[in-house]
């Protein structure tokens, strides 16, 4: 029977592998070289028929990244399973990273001991790295953005996903008379163009150019044509770029001026959402209306979750908070639990959840580190793009 089952044709297999999730794959590899092989052949497209197994084996897994002064490894929280899973990072080049943005399976991180803005994308699962082409300009702390293609009927672009990075803004060297100065330029790198290098597609304002290289974070949130960014100045507002037209604009946020901390997310697939807290009104989900121009409350973090997020306290400084289509995560560091705020069922309805932070792995204490979070779905298929 076991050699019936090792020498099974590679798309049979890989169409039973389809419903295992990542750790339940990881096993099974190691069977036998035939089934390593399939595994890493074979885009492994989820097969799950009924719905409500099917949303919870796709729900993304959130990957903690250590910020510094840690041994080259992140971990990540399996949804399904509620268990953490340690990832080595040795094959990376690089150990000071933080992540900007997921892009399928893979992570989309900036080397953050470079002066410049230099790019690299990683699968930790399949312990995969490459660095990403020079910018035309070297620049200095600008915003990124990162846009994807659609998902096929067949989702193969799930493993192997097209996408569009946008560098906005930075600080560059002065043409004349040395120092540095503002970049009013946009560069842009498309990874389906075979030339392999970046093109100014566009410029902004000055002044936009100074807010997104001095008060933005690099994270985006990329709804339709559009991308927007926080800025983390008090208070609060939002910058964004029209793709279709090659503008950009401002919002304003709600509660701006009282905001303790504020990060944008893409709860649902054409919604962009405002999550933030304040020492009086707890944690709170704006949605952006359909004007592009004005906010509705539309959720809240349950008190009693809240609380216990922040040990007690009422200051929302220390949190986090990162979002993809169906999931909201909130979380302080490795060791804290974090609040997951989850859409189950067809109806849309959203859920509230506690999750504990990692302390032990495999039985193995794990110390406290201050982290910069991400969701993602895991895969071991290897991309063609390393």
Aim: include cysteine; charged fraction near 15%.
């Amino acid at each position: 029977m076991s050699m019936m089952w090792n020498n099974l044709p590679f798309d049979l297999l890989s169409n039973i592998f389809s419903f295992l999730s990542a750790d339940s794959l990881a096993i099974a590899r190691t069977v036998c070289r035939n089934w390593h092989a399939c595994s890493n052949s074979y885009p492994l497209i989820p097969r799950i028929t009924n719905c409500a197994t099917k949303c919870k084996a796709l729900q993304p897994w959130f990957l903690a990244l250590p910020i510094r002064n840690h041994r080259p490894c992140c971990y990540a929280h399996n949804p399904v399973t509620n268990n953490w899973h340690e990832l080595p990072l040795e094959f990376s080049p690089v150990s000071l990273v933080k992540p900007i943005a997921t892009i399928g399976s893979l992570i989309l991180l900036r080397i953050t001991n470079s002066t410049t803005l230099q790019l690299v994308l990683c699968n930790p699962f399949t312990r995969q790295f490459r660095y990403l082409p020079n910018l035309n300009m070297s620049r200095t702390n600008p915003a990124v953005g990162v846009t994807l293609s659609e998902y096929p009927k067949n989702d193969v672009l799930f493993q192997f996903p097209c996408f569009r990075i946008y560098v906005a803004g930075g600080m560059s060297e002065a043409s004349s008379q040395g120092g540095a100065t503002y970049n009013p330029t946009l560069e842009m790198y498309d990874s389906t163009k075979n030339n392999e290098n970046w093109e100014i597609v566009g410029s902004m304002p000055v002044e936009f150019s100074v807010r997104l290289t001095v008060w933005t974070p690099n994270e985006n949130v990329n709804i339709k044509e559009k991308l927007y960014w926080i800025t983390s100045a008090r208070a609060y507002s939002v910058m964004g770029f029209d793709i279709s037209n090659n503008t950009w604009f401002q919002l304003g946020v709600p509660m701006a001026e009282r905001l303790e901390f504020a990060t944008l997310v893409r709860r649902s697939h054409e919604n962009l959402e405002l999550v933030g807290g304040t020492c009086d009104g707890g944690g709170c989900i704006w949605e952006l209306n359909d004007d592009g121009e004005t906010w509705w409350l539309v959720d809240k973090v349950p008190i009693e979750l809240g609380l216990r997020l922040l040990s007690g306290q009422r200051n929302w400084d220390s949190v986090k908070c990162v979002g993809s289509d169906g999931v909201i995560c909130l979380y302080r560091d490795l060791g804290s639990g974090m609040v997951f705020s989850r859409r189950i069922g067809e109806k849309g309805k959203w859920e509230w959840n506690w999750v504990e932070g990692c302390g032990y792995v495999k039985g193995k204490q794990v110390h406290n580190c201050s982290i910069r979070g991400t969701l993602i779905h895991p895969t071991l298929a290897s991309s063609v793009i390393f």
